[in-house]
């Protein structure tokens, strides 16, 4: 009797152990993120370059009517570093933007905030699709 009571013992120390590691990475997991969601509503495929603060640029081509989600953890004070666009307006020049972000638990394309690439006239630029003093609670 007194084995099964330590076996029974070992048994519930073990499974309560096995809870906290789980809990543990399901918190680790469950990290906030800043979301960008950039769209191609032109009938081309644009070019563009996207960096977070100065971590260095990184090339993107997205093809017509779609999207990339740009998405970069939050630290622990809710910051990170801001994010900038660079492509050519197709008129000989570059557009450098800073962009703005939406915190979330998830990086999709309905909870970044939507930048998204047009033509006026002979002109690409990128236009934000809410107005920058928009603030959304955590989705």
């Not at 993120?33 to 640029?57: I, R």
């Not at 990086?107 to 934000?128: C, H, I, K």
Request: one cysteine or more; a positive charge.
């Amino acid at each position: 009797m007194t084995s099964t009571l330590k076996t029974l013992k070992t048994v519930v120390v073990a499974c309560a152990l096995a809870a906290v590691v789980n809990v543990a990475a399901a918190d680790a997991l469950a990290q906030p993120f800043a979301v960008v969601t950039v769209s191609n509503t032109t009938n081309g495929t644009v070019y563009y370059q996207f960096q977070w603060g100065n971590e260095g640029w990184y090339r993107y081509s997205l093809l017509s009517n779609n999207h990339r989600v740009h998405y970069h953890n939050l630290d622990a004070n809710s910051n990170v570093p801001v994010p900038y666009i660079t492509f050519n307006n197709g008129a000989g020049g570059d557009r450098n933007y800073n962009l703005l972000w939406f915190g979330s638990w998830a990086a999709n394309y309905s909870t970044g905030r939507l930048y998204e690439f047009a033509w006026t006239g002979r002109t690409l630029d990128l236009y934000a699709k809410q107005p920058a003093d928009e603030v959304r609670p955590f989705r």
